[in-house]
């Protein structure tokens, strides 16, 4: 599966931006979508994932109430919405993708063998 995230860009502390994540060249309905991020000088972190069929997500306590994971699998696209944003939240996004049922392990990059360029976001305070 190839992954190509796009959607990033620099607003201010408080307003949302939303992220996608394009997939070619496999079955994007058999793949979790993950979202990532890294700021200069940090690991990369999990930020949100969803299930294959869309149905369920999860979030790191940092994002949740503000940010929200979705998914079209008819388009092969994924999306995160990003509300209320914050300076702490300036990071490169990934989005990644893995063939997995269940959530565990998901917060682990390592976990995903596929993964999309990147996009960077930053929030000015």
């Known amino acids: 599966v190839q992954l190509q995230a796009s959607g990033g860009g620099l607003v201010q502390a408080g307003d949302s931006l939303r992220l996608s994540c394009a997939a070619s060249g496999g079955t994007f309905q058999d793949h979790q979508v993950g979202w990532f991020r890294q700021a200069p000088g940090k690991e990369r972190e999990f930020v949100a994932v969803i299930a294959r069929s869309g149905g369920y997500t999860d979030y790191a306590d940092s994002v949740k109430g503000r940010f929200t994971i979705s998914r079209d699998n008819a388009a092969n696209t994924a999306a995160l919405q990003m509300n209320s944003l914050k300076a702490e939240d300036t990071a490169v996004y990934y989005c990644?993708?893995?063939?997995?049922?269940?959530?565990?392990?998901?917060?682990?990059?390592?976990?995903?063998?596929?993964w999309g360029q990147g996009t960077q976001v930053t929030v000015s305070s």
């Open positions: 990644a993708a893995r063939p997995y049922y269940t959530f565990a392990g998901a917060a682990r990059p390592d976990n995903f063998p596929y």
